[in-house]
């Protein structure tokens, strides 16, 4: 199904609970939900993202319930993301109830067991695209984090016990010892 931007936004509104995206070219991705897993994955990258953000001060962390309008028309959720409160402060207070239109600095997408490498990956080059300063894709099964730089090459670092933010969330250190182990 393709979409205007202003058509998903409806189309979001009255169907608050389907859990889709939507494409820069228009196309509404259903997300399957994670299950368990990939949930827990994902609690261990936004609980300590949350719990980092609060303690620096500088930004705001956000898990996989709030979705970006990317410039391109893309509409996205991250598993985690962290936005600047110099980004959030350009946001009038009725923009930060609805979907973001800022782009994220930092974002963390985590491999669940629906998810195809490649698919990851391009959603990864579209956070880039649009802004994204730092993107890490985390596969669990494999134990490799993909880190994705501006104008950089990604690199796959393997069998890493902790991964360190660099740039906008310097000082950020993930430990991925619990990720690996799963549930």
């Known amino acids: 199904m393709l979409l205007s931007v202003e058509e998903y936004l409806r189309f979001c509104k009255k169907s608050p609970d389907a859990n889709v995206e939507r494409t820069a070219e228009g196309e509404v991705v259903v997300v399957p939900l994670p299950g368990g897993e990939a949930s827990f994955r994902e609690e261990e990258v936004d609980g ?65 067991p629906s998810d195809r490498l490649r698919n990851a990956q391009r959603k990864m080059q579209t956070w880039m695209a649009n802004g ?42 993930l430990e991925l010892t619990e990720l690996w182990e799963g549930l």
């Open 48 to 112: 300590p993202l949350w719990v980092w953000a609060r303690a620096d001060g500088r930004g705001r962390a956000f898990n996989a319930s709030v979705q970006f309008l990317l410039p391109s028309g893309a509409a996205l959720s991250p598993d985690a993301a962290w936005v600047s409160k110099e980004r959030l402060a350009t946001l009038t207070r009725k923009q930060r109830t609805e979907f973001l239109r800022v782009v994220p600095e930092f974002v963390v997408e985590v491999m669940s």
């Open 132 to 173: 994204v300063q730092l993107g890490w894709l985390i596969h669990g099964d494999e134990r490799t984090v993909y880190v994705y730089r501006q104008n950089a090459d990604v690199e796959a670092r393997q069998l890493v016990n902790e991964i360190a933010g660099e740039g906008p969330v310097a000082g950020f250190v």
